[in-house]
């Protein structure tokens, strides 16, 4: 299964508080091929996280299309959810489990029966081995990033989006994770949209774009 991303002309703009409306998105194209990986960077503040959550279908937009595609057809949203992977920036793992329950929580979900022993493959993978049952409150900032990372990967999504997944890694630490994602994206021939201010992580990607004033231009 493969799966393609078309967008076109998508606005979406924020009511600042003191009354004024912001366009973070503004007439905004992109074409996704299916197991194409791109990077998307840009000053802070400029809307990427916003521009990675409404091509996930996390946050409504406003106008425009957003069109995924599986060999012809096109999917509605609940299906894109079933098949994207989703690293926040701001990681979101539940802090009342530990990190092999995080990471086994979608598996389980998909009804997954080998969900835990997974969970401890991919923690295992990304360095956590000794950390698998530690609260998730316990773990320093890095490590909760590969846990979120591991949780995003295990289900072998088809479209994998990544909000600065190395930003709280050391230079040796991001360059293995990243090492992992993308050999795990490229082997079930997924897709990644990747936000990141290294722009040597970003010239690894096949193409890399800038967003500004809402739209984005092609980079390399
Ligand atoms: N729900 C919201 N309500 C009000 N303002 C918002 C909301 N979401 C985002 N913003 C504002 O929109 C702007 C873009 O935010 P966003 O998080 O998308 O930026 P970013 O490019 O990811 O920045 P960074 O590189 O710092 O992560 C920011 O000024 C932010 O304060
Ligand atoms: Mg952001």
């Known amino acids: 299964m493969a799966l393609s991303l078309e967008v076109s002309g998508l606005k979406h703009s924020i009511n600042l508080h003191n009354g004024t409306r912001l366009a973070l998105i ?3 194209d992109l074409h996704l091929e299916a197991g194409e990986h791109i990077a998307i960077v840009g000053a ?3 809307g990427k996280s916003t521009l990675l959550s409404l091509l996930a279908g996390l946050t409504p937009y406003q106008s425009g299309q957003v069109y995924y595609r599986c060999d012809d057809q096109t999917l509605n949203p609940a299906e894109v959810l079933v098949h994207s992977g989703f690293v926040f ?3 979101h793992l539940l802090p009342e489990l530990n990190a092999v329950e995080n990471v086994a929580l979608p598996l389980q979900l998909r009804g997954n029966r080998d ?8 923690l295992t993978r990304m360095g956590l081995a000794q950390r698998l049952t530690d609260n998730i409150t316990q773990l320093s900032g ?3 990033q590969r846990v979120a990372i591991a949780r995003a990967l295990c289900a072998h999504p088809k479209i994998l989006f990544a909000d600065e ?3 709280n890694l050391d230079e040796k630490t991001a360059e293995q994770v990243m090492d992992l994602m993308l050999s795990g994206a490229r082997k079930s021939g997924a897709a990644l949209v990747l936000v990141t201010h290294d722009m040597a992580l970003a010239r690894r990607m096949d193409k890399a774009y800038r967003l500004s ?3 984005l231009s092609l980079c390399h």
């Open 89 to 91: 920036q701001q990681f």
């Open 142 to 144: 890095g490590e909760q």
């Open 213 to 215: 004033h809402g739209r």
């Open 165 to 167: 997944p190395t930003g």
């Open 26 to 28: 503004d007439a905004l």
């Open 44 to 46: 802070s503040g400029c």
């Open 115 to 122: 969900a835990q022993q997974q969970a401890i493959d991919w």
